[in-house]
Protein backbone atom coordinates (compact mmCIF):
# COMPACT_ATOMS: atom_id res chain seq x y z
CA UNK A 1 0.00 0.00 0.00
CA UNK A 2 1.39 3.52 -1.01
CA UNK A 3 0.19 6.26 0.37
CA UNK A 4 0.83 9.88 -1.00
CA UNK A 5 -0.68 13.31 0.66
CA UNK A 6 0.65 16.72 -0.82
CA UNK A 7 0.97 20.01 1.41
CA UNK A 8 1.76 23.09 0.33
CA UNK A 9 -1.22 24.83 -1.74
CA UNK A 10 -2.77 27.56 -0.92
CA UNK A 11 -4.21 31.09 -2.43
CA UNK A 12 -1.57 33.80 -3.79
CA UNK A 13 -1.33 36.64 -6.50
CA UNK A 14 -0.03 36.46 -10.04
CA UNK A 15 3.60 36.50 -9.90
CA UNK A 16 3.95 34.54 -6.93
CA UNK A 17 5.65 31.14 -5.55
CA UNK A 18 4.73 28.38 -4.51
CA UNK A 19 6.33 24.67 -3.16
CA UNK A 20 4.35 21.90 -3.20
CA UNK A 21 5.66 18.64 -1.19
CA UNK A 22 4.13 15.62 -1.85
CA UNK A 23 5.13 13.11 1.06
CA UNK A 24 5.18 8.98 0.41
CA UNK A 25 4.53 6.55 2.85
CA UNK A 26 4.83 2.40 2.03
CA UNK A 27 6.50 -0.58 3.32
CA UNK A 28 8.21 -1.00 0.32
CA UNK A 29 10.61 0.48 -1.45
CA UNK A 30 10.08 1.59 -4.87
CA UNK A 31 12.36 3.34 -7.76
CA UNK A 32 9.35 4.26 -10.01
CA UNK A 33 8.64 7.69 -11.48
CA UNK A 34 6.99 10.48 -9.75
CA UNK A 35 4.78 12.73 -11.42
CA UNK A 36 2.43 16.37 -10.59
CA UNK A 37 -0.68 16.66 -12.43
CA UNK A 38 -3.70 19.30 -12.27
CA UNK A 39 -7.10 19.56 -12.84
CA UNK A 40 -10.02 21.72 -12.91
CA UNK A 41 -13.26 21.52 -13.26
CA UNK A 42 -15.23 19.99 -16.16
CA UNK A 43 -11.49 19.42 -17.71
CA UNK A 44 -9.65 15.73 -17.95
CA UNK A 45 -6.86 15.46 -15.57
CA UNK A 46 -3.23 16.91 -17.23
CA UNK A 47 0.48 16.51 -16.85
CA UNK A 48 2.73 18.99 -15.26
CA UNK A 49 5.45 17.33 -14.64
CA UNK A 50 7.53 14.22 -14.00
CA UNK A 51 10.85 12.87 -12.47
CA UNK A 52 13.16 9.76 -12.46
CA UNK A 53 13.82 8.37 -9.01
CA UNK A 54 17.30 9.08 -9.72
CA UNK A 55 16.17 12.69 -11.16
CA UNK A 56 18.33 12.25 -14.08
CA UNK A 57 15.00 12.67 -16.62
CA UNK A 58 12.71 15.39 -15.99
CA UNK A 59 9.97 16.32 -18.05
CA UNK A 60 7.49 19.56 -18.37
CA UNK A 61 4.31 20.87 -19.71
CA UNK A 62 4.63 23.44 -22.15
CA UNK A 63 2.38 25.79 -20.31
CA UNK A 64 4.96 25.59 -17.17
CA UNK A 65 8.32 25.25 -18.78
CA UNK A 66 10.44 27.67 -17.39
CA UNK A 67 8.39 28.70 -14.31
CA UNK A 68 8.23 25.33 -12.75
CA UNK A 69 10.93 22.91 -11.10
CA UNK A 70 10.26 18.79 -9.83
CA UNK A 71 12.74 17.53 -7.89
CA UNK A 72 12.46 14.42 -5.17
CA UNK A 73 14.14 13.72 -1.66
CA UNK A 74 14.55 10.01 -1.81
CA UNK A 75 15.67 10.42 1.88
CA UNK A 76 12.73 11.92 2.91
CA UNK A 77 10.10 10.16 0.41
CA UNK A 78 9.60 13.47 -0.59
CA UNK A 79 8.75 14.40 -3.86
CA UNK A 80 8.24 18.58 -4.56
CA UNK A 81 6.95 21.36 -7.47
CA UNK A 82 8.58 24.96 -7.20
CA UNK A 83 6.12 26.89 -8.92
CA UNK A 84 7.44 30.20 -9.87
CA UNK A 85 6.02 33.09 -11.70
CA UNK A 86 2.55 31.57 -11.28
CA UNK A 87 -0.77 32.70 -13.47
CA UNK A 88 -4.15 33.13 -13.29
CA UNK A 89 -4.30 29.92 -15.39
CA UNK A 90 -2.42 27.87 -12.89
CA UNK A 91 -5.37 27.51 -10.45
CA UNK A 92 -6.24 24.02 -10.09
CA UNK A 93 -6.02 20.90 -7.77
CA UNK A 94 -2.78 19.60 -7.80
CA UNK A 95 -1.87 15.79 -7.62
CA UNK A 96 1.34 14.25 -7.00
CA UNK A 97 1.24 10.34 -8.67
CA UNK A 98 3.59 7.06 -8.47
CA UNK A 99 4.25 4.56 -11.19
CA UNK A 100 5.43 1.19 -10.25
CA UNK A 101 8.08 1.75 -13.58
CA UNK A 102 11.22 3.84 -13.72
CA UNK A 103 10.41 5.53 -17.01
CA UNK A 104 8.12 9.14 -16.99
CA UNK A 105 5.00 9.39 -18.81
CA UNK A 106 2.65 11.99 -19.23
CA UNK A 107 0.07 9.76 -19.10
CA UNK A 108 -2.13 9.47 -16.05
CA UNK A 109 -3.40 6.26 -16.57
CA UNK A 110 -0.19 4.93 -16.20
CA UNK A 111 0.45 6.64 -12.93
CA UNK A 112 -0.46 3.79 -9.88
CA UNK A 113 -1.16 5.65 -6.70
CA UNK A 114 -2.30 9.23 -6.43
CA UNK A 115 -2.19 11.67 -3.50
CA UNK A 116 -5.83 13.54 -2.49
CA UNK A 117 -4.70 16.95 -3.90
CA UNK A 118 -4.06 20.45 -2.60
CA UNK A 119 -5.59 23.62 -4.48
CA UNK A 120 -3.61 26.11 -5.93
CA UNK A 121 -5.31 29.27 -6.52
CA UNK A 122 -3.88 32.46 -8.26
CA UNK A 123 -5.39 35.47 -8.18
CA UNK A 124 -5.21 38.22 -11.07
Known amino acids: QVQLVEFGGGLVQAGSSLRLSCVRS????????MGWFRQTPGKEREFVAATTWRGDVTNYADSVKGRFTISRDNAKNTLYLQMDSLKPEDTAIYYC?????????????????WGQGTQVTVSS
Open 26 to 33: ARTFSSGA
Open 97 to 113: AERRFYTITTQPVAYDY
